[in-house]
């Protein structure tokens, strides 16, 4: 019994954690693609690249761990997930925007290059926050307190017993 739980957990956590790196390498050259184009060859300034490049991501990326990456997880409504997505994007946004304005303007770096680096370092902080986040309060599990209480919200009227929405 034990032995086939914990079997079951880890054929979970494996298949979390690769659909994330899947989305998240997705995302990633969404970013990085974009954030280069933007700034390099349209002329937009640093961190307003860096800005509408991570808004491109992090609206792909809520989908795709939404109903692939997190799809396992208690569904406790598209308000309240998306909010919480939108908020740990949000800091990690600022952490990855303040990163690049801080090697751009106060540092004076104008090469891509430079840029880039900075942009990199941002993210992969970031990552490691949204993934916690993501498992701890954007997407939890059935059994924890945050999936309890959106079952007892009128919007979880609407989703099915399973505590699923349909797709």
Not at 107 to 126: F, K, P, R
């Amino acid at each position: 019994m034990v032995r086939t739980r914990l079997g079951t957990t880890w054929k979970l956590l494996l298949k979390e954690l690769s659909a994330f790196g899947i989305v998240g390498a997705a995302c990633f050259a969404i970013d990085i693609v974009l954030f280069q184009f933007l700034y390099a060859h349209a002329g937009m300034g640093a961190v307003t690249a860096k800005t509408v490049a991570t808004l491109v991501s992090m609206t792909v990326a809520y989908f795709a761990h939404r109903f692939w990456s997190f799809s396992h997880r208690a569904r406790t409504g598209l308000r309240r997930e998306y909010l919480l997505f939108a908020v740990v994007n949000g800091m990690t946004l600022l952490l990855n925007v303040g990163l690049v304005a801080l090697v751009r303007y106060p540092l004076g770096q104008e090469s891509a290059l430079v840029l880039q680096v900075a942009n990199l370092v941002g993210i992969a902080l970031g990552t490691v926050i949204r993934y916690l986040s993501y498992r701890r309060w954007v997407f939890p599990s059935h059994e924890s307190a945050a999936a309890k209480a959106a079952s007892l919200t009128p919007e979880a009227s609407s989703q099915s017993p399973a505590g699923t929405r349909a797709a």
